[in-house]
């Protein structure tokens, strides 16, 4: 999220004791960041509009819910090949280049030891308001497994860009590698559950292999291509009272998000927060590179990437999202999303170096600096527009038709952003998370309103 900094009260540049520990000033802030950040923030509600509105099914298989031709397919293909995964991973170099300008300001002043306690003190309350924001709010929280991976960032921040980024590109060959695994896997399964109901058919007796293939095939049909009871128990969930929801949630879904082990399924997010280190070092994520250097990794990336994405899609399509099939086609995705990460990164970069839509850029900016509340904002959103204790829409609106919510809370963030912060120096629950952080309340109003506030981007 943000970075901090040691400063003194009398805002010179002379360290000071570590009771001047503070919250980074904002004239010291990046602003590219802070539009990026934004930009990634309205982008993952695109994705989390499907989480909420849709069956979870529905995400990589439109034929399950939201409908799968005309306007809605092209939502799904424009969703799949723009930005799924895309939007997490520019949130994700975000996070990864914080933590560094964190640490790097905190060292910079001669915060020694004190740097680490504030960051992992940052980090743990994050988790708890994760876990919060897991079980009471939205199920799809992406903050509890940023914390996770958090805890063990610290130490990867002196290595080289260069060891990080072949890191990095050595993460998205295993990931693929796993993908190409997994689709053996089930096709394995597959066969297994075939000859086990081949078996049953002849009265004969199964073996524990195919009783577990014949088991977990199930399983894997019902996750890619529920069954009408499947979603009917799944739709029943969402349209109950608050407290039903939670807890149902909490045993179906949640529980199983935070039971798969921390090093087989945050990949994708470390993946792109050793990118963001690696590219905050080299002045890349500060716009600092020539515009050529953004023009020409916008241009590899797309040419090489958006085919990959494009194909997979409609390759999906053709095999009519069929699991069996799809497994193989999907390996394509982690290096499709990190190539076209980077381009939209670039893209974004370039917005900033050549100063256009000055407007927009600050808007943007204000939504990346208030980027937790505007992400817990959205949740809060998801529960009132789709599940039972608000106007209970939960699989009632096709695909398409999603998006007009999305651009509602797109208003109402690049709307409120700028307003609140022309008045208060953080947004609501960034001010609580830095006075948890450092233990004592922040100042919060700003004495004289700023015009515009966004102006420093």
Same mark, same amino acid.
């Given at each position: 999220?943000?970075?901090?900094?040691?400063?003194?009260?009398?805002?010179?540049?002379?360290?000071?004791?570590?009771?001047?520990?503070?919250?980074?000033?904002?004239?010291?802030?990046?602003?590219?960041?802070?539009?990026?950040?934004?930009?990634?923030?309205?982008?993952?509600?695109?994705?989390?509009?499907?989480?909420?509105?849709?069956?979870?099914?529905?995400?990589?298989?439109?034929?399950?819910?939201?409908?799968?031709?005309?306007?809605?397919?092209?939502?799904?293909?424009?969703?799949?090949?723009?930005?799924?995964?895309?939007?997490?991973?520019?949130?994700?170099?975000?996070?990864?280049?914080?933590?560094?300008?964190?640490?790097?300001?905190?060292?910079?002043? $001669?915060?020694? +030891?004190?740097?680490?306690?504030?960051?992992?003190?940052?980090?743990?309350?994050?988790?708890?308001?994760?876990?919060?924001?897991?079980?009471?709010?939205?199920?799809?929280?992406?903050?509890?497994?940023?914390?996770?991976?958090?805890?063990?960032?610290?130490?990867?921040?002196?290595?080289?860009?260069?060891?990080?980024?072949?890191?990095?590109?050595?993460?998205?060959?295993?990931?693929?590698?796993?993908?190409? $695994?997994?689709?053996?896997?089930?096709?394995?399964?597959?066969?297994?559950?075939?000859?086990?109901?081949?078996?049953?058919?002849?009265?004969?007796?199964?073996?524990?292999?195919?009783?577990?293939?014949?088991?977990?095939?199930?399983?894997?049909?019902?996750?890619?291509?529920?069954?009408?009871?499947?979603?009917?128990?799944?739709?029943?969930?969402?349209?109950? =009272?608050?407290?039903?929801?939670?807890?149902?949630?909490?045993?179906?879904?949640?529980?199983?998000?935070?039971?798969?082990?921390?090093?087989?399924?945050?990949?994708?997010?470390?993946?792109?927060?050793?990118?963001?280190?690696?590219?905050?070092?080299?002045?890349?994520?500060?716009?600092?590179?020539?515009?050529?250097?953004?023009?020409?990794?916008?241009?590899?990336?797309?040419?090489?990437?958006?085919?990959?994405?494009?194909?997979?899609?409609?390759? =999906?399509?053709?095999?009519?999202?069929?699991? +069996?099939?799809?497994?193989?086609?999907?390996?394509?995705?982690?290096?499709?999303?990190?190539?076209?990460?980077?381009?939209?990164?670039?893209?974004?970069? +370039?917005?900033?170096?050549?100063?256009?839509?000055?407007?927009?850029?600050?808007?943007?900016?204000?939504?990346?600096?208030?980027?937790?509340?505007?992400?817990?904002?959205?949740?809060?959103?998801?529960?009132?527009?789709?599940?039972?204790?608000?106007?209970?829409?939960?699989?009632?609106?096709?695909?398409?038709?999603?998006?007009?919510?999305? +651009?509602?809370?797109?208003?109402?963030?690049?709307?409120?952003?700028?307003?609140?912060?022309?008045?208060?120096?953080?947004?609501?629950?960034?001010?609580?998370?830095? =006075?948890?952080?450092?233990?004592?309340?922040?100042?919060?109003?700003?004495?004289?309103?700023?015009?515009?506030?966004?102006?420093?981007?």
């Amino acid at each position: 999220m943000d970075a901090y900094v040691l400063t003194q009260p009398s805002e010179t540049s002379v360290a000071g004791p570590a009771s001047t520990l503070a919250p980074v000033a904002e004239a010291e802030r990046i602003s590219s960041i802070d539009v990026m950040r934004g930009v990634a923030l309205l982008g993952i509600a695109l994705m989390n509009i499907v989480f909420s509105g849709l069956p979870i099914a529905a995400d990589w298989n439109p034929k399950v819910g939201g409908g799968a031709t005309g306007l809605n397919l092209a939502a799904f293909f424009l969703q799949y090949v723009l930005f799924d995964g895309k939007m997490r991973g520019l949130f994700s170099m975000m996070f990864g280049a914080s933590t560094y300008l964190l640490i790097g300001r905190l060292d910079g002043r $001669g915060a020694g +030891l004190r740097a680490a306690e504030i960051y992992y003190r940052r980090i743990l309350w994050l988790m708890l308001i994760g876990l919060i924001h897991a079980y009471l709010i939205w199920h799809g929280d992406i903050l509890y497994p940023y914390a996770l991976l958090g805890l063990v960032l610290l130490p990867l921040l002196r290595v080289r860009p260069r060891n990080l980024l072949i890191t990095a590109g050595v993460m998205v060959l295993l990931m693929t590698a796993a993908d190409v $695994g997994k689709g053996f896997y089930i096709r394995k399964t597959h066969d297994l559950a075939l000859e086990a109901d081949k078996a049953e058919a002849a009265k004969k007796p199964l073996t524990d292999e195919q009783k577990d293939a014949k088991t977990e095939w199930q399983d894997i049909r019902k996750y890619f291509i529920p069954t009408a009871d499947d979603l009917r128990k799944e739709k029943e969930m969402y349209s109950g =009272s608050y407290f039903n929801l939670v807890g149902k949630r909490a045993v179906i879904l949640v529980k199983q998000f935070h039971s798969t082990p921390f090093y087989l399924d945050n990949w994708d997010m470390f993946t792109m927060m050793l990118v963001g280190i690696a590219f905050i070092k080299t002045g890349v994520l500060a716009a600092e590179r020539s515009f050529a250097f953004y023009w020409k990794l916008a241009a590899i990336s797309y040419t090489i990437c958006l085919p990959i994405a494009a194909f997979t899609a409609w390759k =999906s399509w053709q095999q009519g999202f069929e699991p +069996l099939l799809t497994n193989f086609t999907f390996s394509t995705y982690q290096a499709a999303r990190v190539g076209m990460t980077l381009g939209h990164a670039a893209v974004i970069l +370039l917005f900033c170096k050549y100063g256009v839509w000055p407007a927009l850029r600050a808007r943007l900016a204000a939504v990346g600096k208030t980027a937790l509340s505007n992400y817990i904002a959205h949740s809060l959103i998801y529960g009132v527009v789709f599940y039972g204790y608000g106007f209970n829409l939960f699989d009632k609106l096709q695909r398409y038709q999603l998006y007009y919510v999305v +651009l509602g809370m797109w208003i109402f963030s690049l709307v409120w952003s700028p307003i609140w912060l022309a008045h208060f120096r953080f947004g609501p629950l960034e001010w609580v998370w830095r =006075s948890l952080t450092y233990w004592k309340r922040q100042p919060m109003r700003i004495k004289q309103p700023m015009q515009a506030h966004a102006t420093a981007v």
